[in-house]
């Protein structure tokens, strides 16, 4: 969408990506249709590379870094535009079952769509053994797409030199 459909459509702001679909409004507004998808990570994690990593995947998944906004028809779209960078929470790992209980905890904490983003980071860390757990809201992405961008996170701090192609994400139908 360029700039000027969007004044057509009373949106004033820049940098949507594309319209929600009514079942994407119904999970956006549902708190219990928040998920997770937790990956080990064997070794000692570094948090700064780790944030690098996240940052530069964002890049390649823009929904990532998006926001909700509403035009005057009441219609909902994901932009980037002023849109709040996801956050990466570090605690120490203190047990096996810790990362449990951190999961617990993002579900007590919403989401704020209308600031963005709509998905957080928690990394649970100690020299040996990490998990990396990824709390998305489920209008910007399934299971599988949360399992893919935890990969494509820890491929990129494997490999910060290389870079992902962005993906459009796709519009969606309410069939």
């Known amino acids: 969408m360029n ?3 969007g004044k057509d459509r009373g949106i004033e702001t820049t940098g ?3 319209r929600l679909s009514n079942f994407e409004r119904y999970l956006l507004w549902s708190p219990e249709n928040n998920m997770a998808a937790v990956a080990r ?3 000692d994690v570094q948090e700064y590379d780790l944030g690098r990593a996240i940052d530069s995947v964002g890049a390649v998944h823009p929904l990532m870094g998006s926001r909700v906004v509403i035009d005057v028809h009441h219609d909902i779209w994901f932009s980037t535009d002023h849109a709040q960078k996801a956050t990466l929470r570090t ?3 203190t047990s096996e079952e810790q990362w449990f209980e951190e999961v617990r905890q993002e579900y007590l904490v919403h ?3 209308e600031k963005g983003p709509l998905i957080r980071f928690v990394l649970v860390c100690s020299k ?3 998990e990396l757990i990824a709390f998305s809201q489920h209008s910007i992405c399934d299971g599988i ?3 893919n961008l935890l990969r494509d996170i820890l491929a990129s701090y494997a490999n910060p030199v290389k870079r992902g192609q962005a993906i459009r994400p796709p519009a969606t139908t309410d069939t």
């Open 16 to 18: 949507c990506l594309r």
């Open 111 to 113: 989401f704020e769509p």
């Open 3 to 5: 700039q000027s459909e």
């Open 91 to 93: 605690v120490p790992r």
């Open 41 to 43: 990570i064997l070794g």
């Open 128 to 130: 040996e053994v990490s």
């Open 145 to 147: 797409s949360l399992a």
